[in-house]
């Protein structure tokens, strides 16, 4: 008989995604080149800076989304650039005018120009406000557990905590603080930030992380359009390897075959 467990589908806000993997659009040197990694991520959700992408507010430029069309993609407005809860709540309502009503929203507050590390307080400032006005929040956050349920009892539909610094590549830092999250989180948990090749993805998912969102892992490796299959394939291994269950961590060896029995 079989022991497998079942899985279910990523569901955020009430909608399911049979894809772990949600995707950024920025660092692409252009257009064609975004639309051919994402096609290869087999994402869903694509994650779009409206601060710094042209969404329809320019009709006098190329659209992105043109080459992702929201008929195709669950289009995910986030408030990249912004450092205060004021430009943040700003441009959620910009972006839910640009894409007719959108309410589904990726919130980070980020604290300095050289970190990008998320200005804690102003976030929780910009996520009661945004829950309040209607908007599903999913939020970009410290890996502080205490932070991550603060955010979730305010309403938040989606947690995010960093793996890394935003660009850094330096992969999953700190699991520990990442499982206590997983463990209390009655949301989804999404590592955002810091994923820099496909191990890193799958690390993440085999800590039983809901998904996983990058963009510069995929934009900036040498051939965009590979990395982004090995991150499709790395988040539906991890995600594979946390169901199925990993042998306990020994510390001496264990014979991979029985003693007894043997013929001499």
Do not use: W
């Amino acid at each position: 008989m079989s022991n497998s467990v079942q899985d279910k589908p990523l569901t955020i806000a009430g909608r399911t995604f049979q894809s772990r993997l949600l995707v950024g659009t920025g660092k692409y040197k252009d257009f064609t080149e975004t639309q051919q990694a994402i096609e290869a991520s087999g994402a869903e959700i694509v994650t779009v800076a409206v601060r710094r992408t042209n969404l329809g507010q320019n009709p006098d430029e190329p659209n992105l989304l043109d080459v992702l069309p929201p008929d195709r993609y669950t289009i995910l407005p986030n408030t990249a650039g912004c450092y205060t809860a004021k430009d943040a709540v700003r441009t959620c309502k910009l972006a839910r005018e640009l894409l007719d009503g959108h309410d589904l929203v990726k919130l980070e507050v980020l604290g300095d120009h050289k970190t990008l590390y998320p200005n804690i307080t102003e976030t929780l400032a910009a996520a009661e406000e945004l829950v309040k006005e209607g908007f599903k929040v999913m939020v970009y956050t410290s890996d502080d557990p205490l932070i991550a349920q603060r955010l979730e009892e305010m309403g938040c539909v989606a947690v995010m905590p960093l793996g890394a610094p935003i660009g850094s590549g330096l992969g999953i830092r700190n699991p520990y603080n990442i499982m206590i999250i997983l463990e209390n989180a009655k949301v989804p948990v999404l590592v955002d930030a810091g994923v820099g090749t496909a191990s890193d993805a799958t690390i993440a998912m085999e800590l039983g992380c809901d998904g996983v969102l990058m963009n510069t892992a995929i934009a900036q490796a040498q051939d965009p359009i590979r990395m982004a299959r090995a991150m499709r394939l790395a988040i539906e291994s991890g995600r594979e390897a946390y169901l199925a269950g990993r042998m306990p961590r020994k510390l001496y060896a264990s014979a991979s075959s029985p003693l007894t029995g043997t013929f001499f």
